[in-house]
């Protein structure tokens, strides 16, 4: 995490509230990136993580914002696909539930072998994949808690746009994240671990 990042960071942060279509969902939408944010503060001395894991926390926030200024069912992006292949509904949820299991699973993934939790490759794609799924759970009883506790920001925060399998559907695309991320990222994730351990060990 160096200048670069942090610029971008609280760059987007900064238009991302800048009038955005509602303050409330806004907040609710942009949390995990600020509570990110603070943990990652936290543990930079005691904990840093490889350049990969800080540049897709960074994009997985950059998505947070975008869909915290516009919700996530009215990115204009997403509205213009929509018009232009006919779809029925704006789809950047979907990216967001797809960041959900692709960008944890490395964070995940790295904590696991550096704290060796598991040896095994097999048994540690296998809890990479339950932790993600978990978390995509997590987060969908925290949509529906929002929308008991709130009926005004409830349809703008869940984004079902009227899906009935909405739920069902952005659980798979964070498993869909997950293990393409497995399947992409683990042999350059490997070489920057290696790096991270031998930076370690000269540091010492």
Excluded at 120 to 137: G, M, Q, R, T, V
Aim: glycine content about 6%.
């Amino acid at each position: 995490m160096n200048k670069t990042w942090l610029g971008i960071f609280f760059s987007a942060l900064i238009w991302s509230g800048t009038y955005p279509k509602d303050y409330l969902i806004w907040i609710l939408e942009t949390a995990p990136a600020m509570i990110a944010f603070v943990v990652l503060i936290a543990t930079r001395r005691k904990f840093r993580l490889t350049g990969l894991a800080y540049s897709l926390i960074l994009i997985h926030s950059l998505i947070l914002m975008v869909g915290g200024h516009y919700t996530y069912a009215e990115v204009p992006l997403f509205d213009w696909l929509k018009d232009t292949f006919n779809l029925d509904r704006n789809n950047y949820d979907k990216v967001g539930h797809f960041a959900q299991g692709f960008i944890p699973a490395i964070i995940a993934r790295e904590i696991l072998i550096r704290n060796h939790v598991v040896e095994s490759i097999k048994w540690l794609n296998f809890f990479i994949i339950c932790i993600c799924l978990a978390i995509s759970a997590v987060y969908e009883l925290i949509e529906w808690w929002v929308a008991l506790l709130s009926q005004e920001a409830a349809e703008a925060f869940l984004g079902t746009q009227g899906y009935i399998w909405d739920t069902q559907s952005d659980m798979a695309y964070a498993l869909l994240g997950a293990i393409l991320a497995l399947t992409m990222l683990s042999r350059i994730h490997d070489q920057q671990l290696g790096k991270l351990a031998a930076g370690s060990v000269q540091a010492s």
